[in-house]
Structures are given as C-alpha cells and as structure tokens.
C-alpha cells in the first residue's frame, strides 16, 4: 500500500508538472486566460496520468478500453473541479493564476485517487472462474492409492 502511495505521489508529481507547466507557459508566457490555459495544461496531464497509473501505480491489467472509458469518467470530475476552483479563484476574486492553480492541484490528486483505487483499475473477478472440482488439487489422489501392475 505504502509502495502504491509513493507512485502515485511521484506520478501525481509529473501529471500536476505537465498541468502546471503548460498552464503556466500559455497562460503567463502568451497571454492566454487563465481558465483556458489550464485546461490545456489539465489535457496535456491527462495522457500523463494515464500511462503512469495504469502501468505503474496501480499495474492494472484491466483492458484499455475499460480503464481508458473510467479514467475519463474519473478526469471529467477531477476536470470539473479545477475548472470551478480556477473560475471562482480567478474570474470572481482576481487572484492570480499560479496560487489558485495550486490549491486546485492539492484538491484534485485526492479525488484521483480514492475514484481511481476503488473504480477505475480495481482488479475486476473472472468473468469465466473455472469450477473448483473441475482440477481437483494432486494431494487428493496420493500415489498410494494408485493402482500398480505387479512385476
């Protein structure tokens, strides 16, 4: 568990460097509101954390497709968050962008997260269990019981 929190740390480290980052670059070096300059750099995140999480974090072995289609289901509320706490920061109370984006970049890994670990690459049952007595255990049948041709 500890081993799990420690990647997740260190891969919540270069999504929230990518966010940031590119947030910071287009919002700050080319004039770019902030709110939209966050998004790009909360997309460019996206392709970030997904790599990390599904190979490394959590080694999921769930298919593409499936973790894919939750992990965007768990970006589109982690998504919805940043933009609200960089509207209201921003827009309403003219706060910077960097300290508002920060608080936004503290709130969103919690949410990852617990949707994350519990959802999106939980591993998921066997869809097709092989039946228990089906490959019964050897120590069922000792060779003593076994039948031996006399010679």
Request: no cysteine.
């Amino acid at each position: 568990m500890i081993a799990r929190l420690v990647r997740y740390a260190v891969s919540g480290g270069a999504s929230a460097l990518t966010h940031f980052g590119v947030g910071l670059v287009l919002a700050d070096g080319l004039g770019v509101r902030p709110v939209t300059a966050s998004a790009a750099g909360f997309a460019a995140s996206v392709v970030v954390s997904y790599v990390l999480q599904h190979a490394w974090v959590f080694r999921s072995t769930a298919a593409h497709a499936r973790a894919g289609a939750k992990f965007l289901t768990v970006t589109a509320a982690a998504f919805t968050l940043n933009t609200a706490v960089l509207w209201l920061g921003t827009e309403v109370l003219h706060a910077p962008y960097p300290p508002v984006q920060a608080v936004a970049l503290v709130a969103i890994p919690l949410l990852n997260y617990s949707l994350n670990s519990r959802w999106t690459f939980r591993p998921e049952p066997d869809p097709f269990p092989l039946p228990a007595d089906l490959h019964p255990p050897r120590e069922r049948f000792p060779v003593e019981d076994e039948v031996h041709p006399q010679s």
